[in-house]
């Protein structure tokens, strides 16, 4: 029998966290899925522990290969996935047990492309619900779909740039499920993030809801989204962002011209830009950046005279902003790297303190 869910997990050096996950997808109440877990090149013992659960229960599949990055091993995943979706799970996280059963019969009911869910933030001392301020269920058919979901991946128009913070609140895939058709019959993949740097899974989801003919947001949190991990890539600095950032930008516009797109969908990018300098600059300044001082605001004032943000920064509304975050992108737009640098400073202690 087909499984009605495929859920994939790229797993990269997580013995800490992997069995809590893995126990998680076992305990589902939708009996008939397949957990594809794709071992990719880890040196500690998360391939011992695969193993001994797959001994456990069939319906896991333990791919071991060599390391090639986690969206390569999200490719392999959809490419064996027989579900008739496909749903995505990190391995330092964690679902509530009737997540892909409200998911999958929600799809079915409603006949629906993409099922997204909202999700709980989990800190290891405490939990917080990400409030996406909605009905119990929004649905989007046909065009709506692009107008609200897609183009709202791209970027924030008018009223939404007050939010900041929402800006990839909506990318991630390990929310959602997707017919499987949809993605296999387009073709769409995670790019390779030594290219993009990161932002993979809104990219996806980008092309995703192009392609797709409905979308519903169920506002139930049945993910828990971990982020006490340390040894989390999203934590690490990255010297090269500014150049792979400057890539995804492009690759988006590209996207953008080759689908023909209207005028809203390049104003939400140009946004995208100048909202995606705080994380440029958070970048910047993180603790894994051994770097003076002096040499990060050197940094930062290097890639606010970048050629594409200064160009987006004209068009950008500052007065849609809340004070704080009008004040901060003051002095990115008129490029005053050392006001920036000390409001990253506060910006981070803040983020440590009130999250």
Same mark, same amino acid.
């Given at each position: ?100 059963? %409200? ?18 933030? %989990? ?10 301020? *909605? ?7 046909? %065009? ?46 995670? *790019? ?11 990219? @996806?989801?980008? %092309? ?47 996207? *953008? ?37 002096? =040499? ?6 290097? /890639? ?11 068009? @950008? ?10 004040? @901060? ?18 910006? =981070? /202690? ?6």
């Amino acid at each position: 029998m087909r499984p009605k869910v495929s859920i994939i997990v790229p797993i990269y050096n997580m013995e800490m966290y992997l069995s809590r996950c893995l126990e998680s997808l076992l305990a589902q109440t939708l009996y008939n899925i397949e957990i594809i877990v794709i071992n990719d090149g880890s040196n500690d013992l998360s391939i011992k522990i695969l193993r001994e659960f797959e001994l456990k229960d069939a319906r896991i599949k333990v791919i071991d290969r060599p390391n090639d990055g986690v969206s390569s091993a999200r490719n392999e995943g959809i490419r064996i996935a027989t579900g008739e979706y496909i749903g995505f799970v990190d391995p330092d996280d964690w679902i509530n047990p009737i997540m892909y059963e %409200e998911m999958y019969n929600n799809a079915i009911t409603e006949n629906t492309d993409i099922v997204m869910c909202s999700y709980i933030r %989990e800190f290891g001392s405490h939990s917080k619900i990400k409030d996406f301020n *909605l009905p119990n269920k929004v649905r989007y058919i046909n %065009e709506d779909v692009k107008i609200n979901i897609m183009r709202r991946l791209i970027g924030p128009i008018n009223h939404e740039i007050a939010n900041p913070e929402f800006l990839d609140a909506w990318g991630t895939v390990w929310s959602k499920l997707y017919r499987t058709n949809l993605i296999v019959e387009n073709n769409i993949k995670f *790019l390779d993030l030594e290219k993009i740097g990161t932002n993979e899974d809104t990219l @996806f989801n980008i %092309e995703a809801s192009y392609y797709a003919k409905s979308f519903l947001f169920i506002n139930s949190p049945f993910y828990h989204y971990w982020r006490a991990n340390s040894t989390s890539v999203t934590s690490r600095f990255k010297p090269k962002l500014i150049n792979q950032w400057m890539y995804l930008f492009g690759y988006i516009e590209d996207f *953008l011209k080759d689908k023909n797109m209207n005028n809203d969908y390049y104003l939400a990018l140009n946004n995208r830009i100048c909202l995606n300098t705080l994380g440029l600059g958070l970048n910047t300044i993180t603790k894994d950046n051994d770097s003076s001082g002096f =040499e990060k605001i050197r940094r930062i004032r290097m /890639f606010l005279k970048e050629k594409r943000i200064k160009h987006s920064f004209k068009e @950008f509304d500052l007065s849609q902003l809340p004070i704080i975050w009008r004040v @901060f992108y003051f002095c990115a737009k008129n490029r005053f790297a050392t006001g920036f640098y000390f409001m990253l400073i506060c910006i =981070e /202690f803040l983020r440590k303190v009130i999250r």
